[in-house]
């Protein structure tokens, strides 16, 4: 199933993204270093790899709480994750049966109890 419009701009954005200095300094969206006039420290690629990883679930607990639809595997594969399996996936996500807290909060709906 395709992503919605709103989920696949938000995986471009994460992808497009380099988060290999995100640790020490505040970027405008999309930066890459290749457009850097003074490069900053780099991480190392995994712990670069796991920023983009936080991003992702971030932004996925947001998409899932408001989409039934939503499908976490296909974002992260097109937020350029790759490498973790749907378990992990999954599990970065509050939520239970199908059913996601609240964003901003532990909380679900009581709707949803």
């Known amino acids: 199933m395709a992503l919605s419009r709103i989920a696949q701009m938000h995986a471009d954005e994460i992808r497009m993204h380099d988060w290999s200095d995100a640790h020490v300094r505040l970027d405008r969206a999309g930066h890459n270093r290749s457009d850097d ?7 190392p690629q995994q712990q670069a790899g796991n920023i983009r990883v936080n991003a992702m679930w971030v932004t996925a607990q947001v998409l899932a709480y408001l989409d039934p639809n939503f499908d976490i595997l296909e974002f992260a594969k097109e937020c350029g994750i790759t490498g973790l399996t749907p378990g992990i996936l999954r599990a970065g996500q509050r939520g239970t049966d199908g ?3 609240r964003p901003g909060t532990t909380g679900f709906d009581q709707s949803d109890s």
């Open 37 to 43: 006039r003074s490069p900053s420290e780099q991480l």
């Open 99 to 101: 059913k996601f807290q």
